[in-house]
């Protein structure tokens, strides 16, 4: 048994050792208290390092391509930052660089300094902090509304130019599911016991 | 499941925002600042001066969400002349190329939704402030919903980016981001922003006092 109090509505619960893919939910407001997941650590460590793999390759890969006649124009994913930069738009710039770039490497990389030292059992320095800024970049993390933002722009260019779609374009796609397996198979409750663990 | 029925804060415990771990409230809480005893965030019973602050970053968003929508997003220039484009008038580009599908995902995304996330944020707040919570189920439920949405906003920024990278020198045409960019820029961090610091629990802490 342990008490948690609803994070939407501040009513306490006295909960039961659940079994696994179990979903608590606060009786008053129905907000999710927590999920127990099954193989939390091998499941996580599995996504994120396929969701690296595809990192990789969405930013060194070409983006998308632009053809017209014998005019043909080929961009990676930092281009459009990288131009913004140029033009002095440096906050624009900085906001998609974060919300697309930067934060997503850094969940990544946050749960891999969590659960690469659960899985061996080891301790490490600041895995508190971390998981801690791990949990509040997650909003910031907008990768699937770019790619929204990629068939807008293929159907308002569609009149001008032929748009290819490049290999980093379908790795870009692919990760957004992939980091979100990566997030969905992280057990809070489970890390925070055992980050505590003996102390 | 057997819950005790009763808020954390008439307990006088207090729950860690980013652990969730429980413990009772500390004398020094009232005073000044004290740390989560596990993970070391701070402890707050409800975030701090949520009402105030939420008012006055929907208020700041709302003024933003003017200069977003009246000044150009984006500037063309092809061959020898050059076009400025409100997110209106490439909705209303869309709707005349028969895109009228993208037409309404753009004016969803950037018109509508932040207008909506000022309505539910302001009816949420007036609903705590006035203490005129009927339904907290339904009022939890709303603010769900405009913390879901927010992020949403961010499709024309993205669009821009993607335009100016792909239609650059050497082509017939530029594209250039225009000032509305940034203003919409601040419409969408600062409503998120306002979203995160309203605090779901005083819809309850409402319902709570007139139980007493
Ligand atoms: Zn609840
Ligand atoms: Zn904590």
Not at chain 1, 43 to 54: D, E, I, K, S
Not at chain 1, 131 to 147: G, T
Not at chain 1, 173 to 182: D, H, K, P, T, Y
Request: proline content about 5%; glycine content about 6%.
């Amino acid at each position: 048994m342990h008490r948690i109090a609803c994070h939407e509505c501040d009513l306490v619960h006295d909960i039961p050792p659940m079994p696994a893919r179990a979903t608590a939910r606060c009786v008053r407001c129905n907000a999710v208290l927590f999920r127990a997941q099954a193989n939390s650590i091998d499941r996580t460590l599995a996504w994120t390092f396929a969701g690296l793999v595809l990192y990789v390759v969405a930013v060194s890969f070409p983006f998308l391509a632009m053809k017209n006649g014998p005019i043909f124009n080929e961009t990676g994913l930092l281009t459009g930052i990288q131009l913004l930069f140029e033009q002095g738009i440096i906050p624009l710039a900085t906001l998609v660089f974060l919300t697309c770039v930067l934060i997503p490497l850094i969940q990544m990389l946050g749960l891999l300094y969590i659960f690469v030292p659960l899985k061996l059992n080891v301790r490490v320095q600041y895995a508190m902090p971390v998981f801690r800024l791990f949990k509040h970049v997650k909003p910031w993390s907008m990768m699937e509304i770019y790619m929204l933002g990629i068939l807008v722009s293929i159907v308002k260019l569609g009149k001008m130019a032929t748009i290819i779609p490049g290999l980093a374009v379908i790795a870009f796609g692919l990760l957004i599911f992939v980091l979100n397996f990566a997030l969905a198979s992280v057990d809070s409750h489970m890390v925070w016991e055992r980050l505590e663990g003996g102390s | 499941m057997k819950p005790a029925r009763t808020s954390a804060l008439r307990l006088g415990l207090v729950s860690c925002s980013a652990c969730h771990l429980l413990s009772r409230k500390p004398q020094a809480l009232d005073h000044g600042i004290t740390y989560c005893p596990r993970c070391g965030e701070e402890l707050h019973q409800r975030k701090p001066n949520s009402i105030a602050r939420t008012w006055a970053l929907v208020i700041a968003a709302m003024v933003f969400y003017i200069p977003a929508n009246v000044l150009p997003m984006t500037i063309t220039s092809a061959v020898g002349t050059v076009s400025a484009d409100t997110i209106m008038s490439g909705v209303i580009y869309f709707m005349q190329h028969g895109s009228w599908e993208i037409a309404l995902v753009i004016f969803t995304a950037s018109v509508f939704v932040p207008f909506l996330k000022f309505i539910i944020l302001i009816y949420l707040l007036l609903a705590v402030q006035f203490k005129l919570v009927k339904q907290p189920k339904d009022l939890t439920r709303l603010y769900r919903f405009t913390e879901a949405i927010g992020r949403w906003s961010m499709l024309d920024i993205y669009v821009v980016t993607i335009l100016v990278a792909l239609v650059k020198l050497g082509f017939l045409a530029d594209i250039e981001a225009g000032p509305a960019a940034l203003y919409f820029a601040l419409v969408v961090v600062t409503t998120m922003v306002a979203a995160e610091s309203f605090d779901p629990r005083l819809i309850w802490d409402v319902v709570g006092e007139k139980h007493e």
